[in-house]
């Protein structure tokens, strides 16, 4: 399995592990990676800034139900062959979550559902995010190079 270096987002510690790995516990929450041909879907989310779809994962659904749902509502996208690719382990003192991670291809653009939330979506490369992402580090960067080599080993879908 391949290992990725630790990374901070605020004072919590961040490690991803990847899949086939799967969190000992019940996920908080869901990220998705969104890519279009070879390009990645970002939102500008009010309280963060340019970042992938993602969200807590409501008691009535799954981490996977949550990342379709956060597509479209921060996003307005309809994802196909939607893959998990591995979870963040997330620490902060004595507090442990986790929080699943999907890669998946954009089937549609609709209209944004939460524009109190989403301000807007943009498509980027890959070498253009590191300047715009809301928390971008060696970790991140890995992450989404890993999310792209998902979405390219499965092909067309």
């Not at 498509?123 to 253009?128: D, F, K, P, S, T």
């Amino acid at each position: 399995m391949k290992r990725f270096p630790c990374g901070q987002y605020g004072r919590q510690k961040l490690q991803f592990f990847a899949a086939p790995y799967r969190a000992p516990i019940r996920a908080f929450a869901a990220l998705v990676f969104p890519w279009h041909g070879d390009q990645i879907v970002l939102c500008n989310i009010a309280d963060r800034g340019w970042c992938i779809p993602s969200g807590r994962v409501e008691p009535y659904e799954n981490s996977l139900e949550a990342a379709r749902r956060e597509a479209v509502e921060e996003g307005g996208l309809v994802l196909s062959g939607i893959q998990y690719i591995g979870c963040y382990h997330i620490s902060e003192r004595h507090e442990v979550r986790w929080a699943d991670c999907f890669a998946a291809r954009v089937e549609r653009f609709e209209e944004i559902q939460m524009c109190e939330e989403s301000l807007g979506r943009q498509l980027y490369r890959l070498e253009e995010i590191g300047a715009i992402y809301h928390v971008w580090n060696e970790l991140t960067e890995l992450v989404f190079q890993h999310s792209k080599a998902v979405i390219d080993r499965r092909g067309c879908l």
